[in-house]
């Protein structure tokens, strides 16, 4: 059965191939989207940690800023 | 009148939803996947080399629905000047892009087996193939252009140029002899396609709707953590 799934009448190697072309194409699309999430909410926190005490207030009194360093406490 | 659209309120949603959209996209491929490759029935005339149309298909829609978006939103920030619809659009781009890219090489692959070609100048490949050069050019123009009024107003003009290319995409098969066939699928009237065929077709264009959705999502929280950088800098 598995031989016969690979195979798939001689068109095996067209439809795997394309599977497996989507397939790297989207993983490509998730690892670069996610690595440049993951680079800029560490620049946010970098740049968060070297506020002073004052500024780091304002900063966090904006809900989307309250928002970044409360998703990036798990990263 | 787009206080919903404001990126604060949106934030909240999105920062915690692409987890869940996650999670929602490997279930649903999971099912497509299985649906695709092996409980569809072969083609007739095509064998399984119609499994093909179960990833180029799919891509193919949802490329030409993120162009519209864009388009649509870039077109209503335009006129009334709501960058963050500007945000939104910039956020698409990549993962309709990919989508293109996928319709245009599986389509190769498959147009291989069928009619004995990699590559041929049909109405349908050569406007799809026109429309990624759209979105390189929509997405060339974010990363050249510094001035932001300068972007805002080049990626409009770009997408507004691009949509002219969607009907022809659409009609192409009816208005010229291509080796394309006319669409199997309306939702207007009956579909020639078997039900067999498009359940899975359905299942997998829902999880490529949901991954670029997931893409989309991450992108754009992405976007905002930018400005959110910038403004950090100037406290």
Redesign the interface.
Same mark, same amino acid.
């Given at each position: 059965m598995i031989t016969e799934i690979l195979q798939m009448n001689g068109y095996g190697l067209y439809v795997w191939s394309s599977f497996l072309f989507t397939f790297v194409s989207f993983t490509t699309l998730y690892v670069i989207t996610k690595i440049q999430y993951t680079k800029e909410k560490k620049k946010f926190m970098s740049k968060y940690g070297a506020l002073d005490s004052k500024k780091a207030e304002v900063a966090r009194s904006q809900t989307i800023n309250k928002e970044i360093l409360s998703s990036s406490q798990s990263i | 009148m787009f206080k919903i659209f404001e990126?604060? *309120?949106i934030? $909240?949603i999105t920062?915690?939803a692409h987890k869940y959209v996650m999670f929602l996209f490997v279930f649903v491929i999971c099912i497509g996947?299985l649906e695709a490759? %092996?409980f569809s029935r072969?083609h007739y005339k095509q064998? @399984?080399?119609v *499994?093909?149309m179960y $990833?180029?298909v799919p891509?193919a829609w949802i490329s030409l629905g993120i162009f519209s978006s864009i388009t649509f939103l870039s077109l209503t920030g335009y006129i009334f000047k709501n960058k963050n619809f500007f945000l939104i659009s910039k956020s698409l781009a990549?993962?309709g892009l $990919?989508f293109n %890219?996928?319709a245009l090489?599986?389509g190769s692959?498959?147009g291989?087996?069928t009619w004995g070609t990699w590559w041929a100048w049909d109405a349908r490949i050569t406007s799809m193939l026109i429309l990624a050069l759209f979105y390189l050019m929509y997405l060339i123009a974010w990363r050249i252009y510094e001035d932001k009024e300068q972007v805002l107003k080049i990626t409009t003009i770009i997408t507004i140029l691009g949509i002219i290319n969607v009907p022809i995409i659409k009609y192409s098969v009816d208005w010229w002899n291509t080796l394309h066939q006319p669409a199997s699928i309306n939702i207007l009237s009956k579909s020639s396609i078997h039900s067999s065929m498009l359940f899975p077709l359905i299942i997998m264009t829902a999880a490529f709707a949901l991954?670029s959705m997931? %893409?989309f999502l991450?992108?754009y929280?992405?976007e905002? %953590?930018?400005i959110?950088?910038k403004?950090? @800098?100037r406290?």
């Open positions: - | 990126p604060g *309120r934030f $909240v920062s915690k996947l490759l %092996i072969v064998g @399984d080399s *499994r093909i $990833v180029h891509a990549p993962s $990919v %890219i996928v090489v599986t692959i498959w291989k087996p991954f997931l %893409i991450m992108k929280n992405t905002l %953590i930018k959110k950088n403004g950090l @800098d406290l």
